[in-house]
């Protein structure tokens, strides 16, 4: 039922209660190590025997096994503590299950000694998982630390200066978590802080009989703290039964087979289903699809055909090989599939049309517009063609463009060409499909219609690719011809300034030449002579030449 119930709790079809199940120990397990001697002169070793796990405990459990005063490396087993006659020969009179070695003991107490540190015991942690197998999780030595404590008379110092807010909260935090911890942790712990307290009396009392005599305390004792260093140890499996490299080899022979085996029953299954499909798909074509795009011969003999399969399929097809099947498949498709694509040609050749003539119409036309406009004899870049147009830019000159040389004349004339040859293929091949006989092939392949459509896009794509590479380099470069030439009128118009002010400034009449010119008057007056007047002299403009693009 177990198996059952987890797959059917793998499978997304099933809906089943979610159960969580725990298993038990069958037989108990036990640890043997020797005992540990503190005594030299011992030279026979003792073996312990304890119990981890008893009989019927629920796993998955953890144990640990503390080895006080350990000094040197040290190995134990894990065995079956008391395993029924019934079950002897299994275990073959070995009920051992795991042995582990601990070394590094004696080298890493030496370290720590040197620094200070007291170690205590070798901790030894086991975990037997959820599936019952059995693992040492990890090998710690556990070490004593001795710290510095602050005394209790500055510990109330440093409480009373924080209600103040004048002690740090983070220190106080710290000592409090610390001796919580060493309060916990160590058992040793509670003689150091009566000891304070009967101090703390005794340095008051003083206090208040010989207030002249300054206190003297007695150190405290350091505080204790525990620290852990991992060890090296290997763990070696004894309880499991290695196959020889033969039977190994056997093994997955025989699965291999059973793979094979699998993978024959899919492909059996596949193409039964496959010919059965075919066979129901077949006779509802025969009296749908299959009566507008066959002859009468055609249907008699898929008829016949059909009627043998079938009853080849009802009678012998559950015993039958996956050649066999495959056979009678092909037999039958053989006659199906030319009958079927007639008639996906003949439903999609009008479609493929419709989708020539709207490429034609929407694009071809309207880009052959352009191509003619925008066309000259002799093919022009666009830099060639900027270098052409006059430094003017008034309106009257830019209507009077007739168009851009993109294209070239033989360009146009290619364009020309495949449209009037594609209008020629749409009209003979409609005209054909409306007088053919739909019960035999189509005159007109359908890949005929398709490669004609690819051949008009490539083209289309390539001529309407050609005019947007032309239309932006022109727009750039015409860009740059303007501020050229926007350039060149500024400078132009700054000489004209300069020359007029220059002119002005000559103009201008001084005290003597006003003089003068009272003097001419009288003269004139006298003589009876009429003045003469200078005509004024125009200053030449500067001639300035629009500077061309180096583009």
């Known amino acids: 039922m177990g198996a059952i119930y987890q797959a059917a709790a793998n499978t997304r079809g099933f809906l089943v209660k979610r159960i969580v199940l725990r298993d038990m120990t069958r037989y108990p397990i036990a640890v043997t190590f020797p005992r540990i001697n503190t005594s030299a002169d011992s030279t026979k070793e003792e073996l312990v025997t304890k119990t981890l796990f008893p009989a019927y405990n629920l796993f998955p459990q953890k144990r640990t096994i503390k080895f006080p005063r350990l000094e040197k490396d040290i190995a134990f087993h894990v065995h079956y503590g008391e395993t029924p006659t019934d079950h002897s020969s ?145 763990v070696e499996i004894l309880d499991s039964v290695y196959p020889p490299s033969e039977s190994v080899g056997a093994s997955m022979k025989i699965l291999h087979e059973f793979d094979a085996a699998d993978k024959e029953r899919d492909l059996l299954y596949e193409a039964k289903n496959e010919l059965e499909r075919t066979i129901y798909s077949t006779r509802r074509d025969i009296e749908k699809d299959f009566v507008d795009h066959t002859t009468k011969e055609e249907i008699d003999n898929l008829n016949t055909i059909m009627k043998a399969i079938s009853l080849w399929y009802d009678d012998e097809s559950y015993y039958a090989p996956r050649s066999a099947i495959e056979e009678h498949l092909g037999k039958l498709r053989e006659i199906v599939d030319p009958i079927k694509s007639r008639i996906k040609a003949f439903a999609e050749l009008p479609q493929a049309l419709t989708a020539l003539k709207e490429i034609l119409t929407s694009t071809a036309e309207p880009i052959k517009l352009v191509m003619e406009v925008n066309s000259v004899s002799n093919t022009l870049t666009a830099s060639e063609y900027i270098l052409t147009l006059n430094d003017s830019l008034t309106e009257e000159e830019e209507n009077r463009k007739t168009g851009l040389p993109i294209y070239s004349l033989e360009d146009v004339e290619n364009m020309k060409k495949i449209i009037a040859e594609t209008k020629t293929f749409l009209k003979e091949t409609k005209d054909t499909l409306d007088k053919c006989d739909k019960r035999a092939d189509p005159p007109v392949r359908l890949v005929t219609v398709t490669e004609k459509t690819s051949a008009l896009t490539a083209k289309l794509e390539y001529y309407g690719h050609k005019g947007e590479i032309w239309f932006t380099t022109y727009k750039r470069l015409f860009l740059i011809k303007k501020e050229a030439l926007a350039m060149a009128a500024k400078v132009t118009n700054t000489t004209i300034n300069a020359t007029e002010a220059n002119g002005t400034l000559s103009e201008l009449p001084t005290e003597a030449d006003e003089e003068f010119a009272n003097d001419t008057d009288v003269k004139d007056q006298v003589t009876g002579e009429p003045p003469v007047t200078e005509e004024p002299t125009e200053t030449p403009k500067s001639e300035t030449s629009t500077p061309r693009s180096e583009l």
Request: cysteine-free.
């Open 90 to 234: 299994y275990l073959q009179g070995d009920n051992t299950i795991l042995r582990v070695n601990i070394s590094g003991v004696n080298e890493a107490i030496e370290n720590f000694q040197k620094s200070g540190n007291e170690p205590q015991a070798v901790k030894v942690h086991l975990e037997l998982d959820a599936s019952g197998i059995l693992q040492t999780s990890e090998v710690n030595l556990i070490m004593a630390h001795e710290g510095i404590v602050k005394s209790t008379i500055e510990r109330l110092t440093g409480g009373i200066s924080s209600l103040f807010g004048s002690g740090d909260q983070k220190e106080a935090k710290q000592e409090d978590t610390e001796q919580k911890t060493t309060e916990t942790s160590s058992p040793t712990t509670d003689q150091p802080s009566s000891y304070d307290t009967k101090q703390d009396e005794e340095s008051s009392t003083t206090q208040s009989t010989e207030p002249t005599e300054t206190t003297t305390t007695t150190p405290v004792p350091p505080l204790q703290k525990t620290m852990v260093h991992p060890l090296t140890f290997h």
